[in-house]
Nanobody
Framework: QVQLVESGGGSVQAGGSLRLSCAASRYTYGCMGWFRQAPGKEREAVAIINTGSGSPYYADSVKGRFTISQDNAKITAYLQMNSLKPEDTAMYYC??????????????????WGQGTQVTVSS
């Protein structure tokens, strides 16, 4: 079992920045990334990184504003969020899965989840 611990959420005004961190209890070969869920909406993939190749995926809504990265040990993932918008307001969850190949963007394919961290962007 892999434990994931998120940190870095908070409140910020539109146009501001936040950096989320997700620390895993051990390296997971496969995919690690962030999903978010706003009230009344489905949980959606935001950014995912292939921990082997470093190849990232971004949702169209965050391309050019968010950047996902990982540390050299590949057990901590970071999400740098710039130019935040009110529509980015949501609970952000870190997720990881053992995988060989392209990373899935479907939440049900992920086996390990963090507790979530709230991001609130005010206009």
């Amino acid at each position: 079992q892999v434990q994931l611990v998120e940190s870095g959420g908070g409140s910020v005004q539109a146009g501001g920045s936040l950096r989320l961190s997700c620390a895993a209890s051990r390296y997971t070969y496969g995919c690690m990334g962030w999903f978010r869920q706003a009230p009344g909406k489905e949980r959606e993939a935001v950014a995912i990184i292939n921990t082997g190749s470093g190849s990232p995926y971004y949702a169209d809504s965050v391309k050019g504003r968010f950047t996902i990265s990982q540390d050299n040990a590949k057990i901590t993932a970071y999400l740098q969020m710039n130019s935040l918008k009110p529509e980015d307001t949501a609970m952000y969850y870190c997720a990881a899965r053992l995988s060989f190949g392209d990373c899935s963007v479907i939440q049900h394919d992920y086996h390990h989840w963090g507790q979530g961290t709230q991001v609130t962007v005010s206009s």
